[in-house]
């Protein structure tokens, strides 16, 4: 790696603006809140708002393996302007989606900008991140994402309606968009990791290959079977709750992510003296007790006190996750595999919408949580394959 105590810092002017690029990206997902709502007042059948929810992450399944290798530290800045740009149109370009085909076009737009925005953001990422601190960046560039799925869900319901409806809500988030440019301005890779990162692009050879580590694929399915899990609590949780007699649904969120949040600046650092693969194996033992006993929703003391709980092993077990991936990673592929990482977290986001419209049209919500749950009880039957036979620290 590289030098002495220079490559030891943390934060540095380039690893603050990267978390508050972030931060508005991660807000793009967050006001999508009451999308399913949204979309049930339009004119579009009930049997496609599945899939349109999923289509935003279907482009980026598509797009990112092939834009992934070609994104480096050195360009990762202009695409990020770029795809700012695209997000900010698309945003705006929901004001003329009022049926299936003008909705598929403009959310199929939003998802190819969204993925190139991230795809670059983490790009920059992997040149900001000490090799001893990955543990500690990965915490709190999620708390930073975090902040999103914390702030908004809980004030969505009366801000749309003091605006006028979600539209007005999108236009906003269209031009606090544009402030991903002046912090662009601020990204440059210390020269010393720029160095170790100078392998750019890659072969499909180079990437088989990749993938041919045990470890690095066994992530990667356990990342997608988690955020198939995350998902259908997101984008389903708002009409149980209701169901259920909730006043207010996105309290959960809030308790969740406020959770999520304390456990990784309380524990951040103990991400990297800890076994990975230990912390990962309970967390998702305990989410899977989550979702069960949210099978079971007795009411709203029941629901805020599973936000805390879920909160508390989805904050430790996704920076976790991510961490080890950068561990176990050669240097010039760091890049390459945290965006396949977040590849995971996209296809989540498309099967779990998709998947879960379809479990909760026949089995209902009781069915649908417990679908949650036998997604991780199997990423947990996988954390065993992570451990490696020789001595050493994960």
């Given at each position: 790696?590289?030098?002495?105590?220079?490559?030891?810092?943390?934060?540095?002017?380039?690893?603050?603006?990267?978390n508050g690029i972030a931060f508005l990206t991660f807000c793009n997902m967050a006001i999508f809140?009451?999308?399913?709502?949204?979309?049930?007042?339009?004119?579009?059948?009930?049997?496609?708002?599945?899939?349109?929810?999923?289509?935003?992450?279907?482009?980026?399944?598509?797009?990112?393996?092939?834009?992934?290798?070609?994104?480096?530290?050195?360009?990762?800045?202009?695409w990020m302007l770029v795809s700012t740009a695209g997000v900010t149109l698309s945003l705006w370009?929901?004001?003329?989606?009022?049926?299936?085909?003008?909705?598929?076009?403009?959310?199929?737009?939003?998802?190819?900008?969204?993925?190139?925005?991230?795809?670059?953001?983490?790009?920059?990422?992997?040149?900001?991140?000490?090799?001893?601190?990955?543990?500690?960046?990965?915490?709190?560039?999620?708390?930073?994402?975090?902040?999103?799925?914390?702030?908004?869900?809980?004030?969505?319901?009366?801000?749309?309606?003091?605006?006028?409806?979600?539209?007005?809500?999108?236009?906003?988030?269209?031009?606090?968009?544009?402030?991903?440019?002046?912090?662009?301005?601020?990204?440059?890779?210390?020269?010393?990791?720029?160095?170790?990162?100078?392998?750019?692009?890659?072969?499909?050879?180079?990437?088989?290959?990749?993938?041919?580590?045990?470890?690095?694929?066994?992530?990667?399915?356990?990342?997608?079977?988690?955020?198939?899990?995350?998902?259908?609590?997101?984008?389903?949780?708002?009409?149980?709750?209701?169901?259920?007699?909730?006043?207010?649904?996105?309290?959960?969120?809030?308790?969740?992510?406020?959770?999520?949040?304390?456990?990784?600046?309380?524990?951040?650092?103990?991400?990297?003296?800890?076994?990975?693969?230990?912390?990962?194996?309970?967390?998702?033992?305990?989410?899977?007790?989550?979702?069960?006993?949210?099978?079971?929703?007795?009411?709203?003391?029941?629901?805020?006190?599973?936000?805390?709980?879920?909160?508390?092993?989805?904050?430790?077990?996704?920076?976790?996750?991510?961490?080890?991936?950068?561990?176990?990673?050669?240097?010039?592929?760091?890049?390459?595999?945290?965006?396949?990482?977040?590849?995971?977290?996209?296809?989540?986001?498309?099967?779990?919408?998709?998947?879960?419209?379809?479990?909760?049209?026949?089995?209902?919500?009781?069915?649908?949580?417990?679908?949650?749950?036998?997604?991780?009880?199997?990423?947990?039957?996988?954390?065993?394959?992570?451990?490696?036979?020789?001595?050493?620290r994960l």
């Amino acid at each position: 790696m590289s030098g002495t105590s220079s490559p030891e810092r943390l934060f540095t002017k380039e690893f603050l603006a990267l978390n508050g690029i972030a931060f508005l990206t991660f807000c793009n997902m967050a006001i999508f809140f009451q999308f399913y709502r949204y979309l049930q007042g339009l004119l579009i059948g009930p049997q496609w708002h599945g899939f349109l929810i999923a289509l935003f992450s279907i482009t980026g399944l598509i797009v990112r393996p092939f834009i992934s290798p070609f994104l480096h530290t050195g360009n990762a800045r202009l695409w990020m302007l770029v795809s700012t740009a695209g997000v900010t149109l698309s945003l705006w370009g929901y004001n003329l989606a009022g049926d299936f085909w003008s909705m598929f076009l403009v959310r199929a737009v939003h998802g190819i900008t969204y993925v190139v925005l991230g795809a670059a953001l983490n790009a920059s990422l992997v040149g900001l991140i000490p090799p001893s601190r990955s543990g500690q960046a990965f915490g709190l560039v999620t708390v930073i994402t975090l902040l999103p799925f914390a702030v908004v869900p809980p004030v969505l319901d009366q801000v749309t309606h003091s605006m006028g409806g979600l539209l007005p809500v999108l236009n906003a988030a269209a031009v606090l968009m544009l402030l991903v440019w002046p912090l662009s301005l601020a990204m440059k890779t210390p020269p010393d990791r720029e160095q170790d990162l100078a392998q750019s692009r890659f072969s499909l050879q180079d990437v088989m290959g990749n993938l041919k580590n045990k470890r690095v694929a066994v992530l990667l399915v356990i990342m997608l079977l988690l955020y198939s899990s995350f998902t259908p609590v997101f984008f389903f949780l708002e009409s149980y709750a209701k169901e259920m007699g909730v006043a207010n649904p996105g309290l959960f969120f809030t308790l969740s992510t406020m959770s999520e949040i304390g456990i990784r600046l309380a524990a951040g650092s103990l991400f990297d003296k800890m076994n990975k693969a230990s912390l990962i194996a309970g967390s998702l033992a305990g989410i899977t007790l989550g979702y069960l006993a949210l099978a079971h929703l007795s009411g709203e003391t029941m629901l805020y006190a599973l936000g805390i709980f879920l909160g508390l092993g989805w904050g430790i077990v996704m920076p976790v996750l991510n961490a080890l991936m950068f561990d176990i990673s050669p240097v010039h592929f760091r890049g390459l595999n945290t965006n396949l990482g977040v590849q995971m977290f996209q296809g989540g986001f498309f099967l779990g919408p998709l998947v879960g419209a379809f479990v909760l049209a026949h089995c209902g919500f009781r069915g649908l949580y417990y679908l949650c749950a036998c997604l991780t009880i199997v990423s947990l039957a996988l954390t065993p394959l992570l451990v490696i036979k020789k001595k050493g620290r994960l």
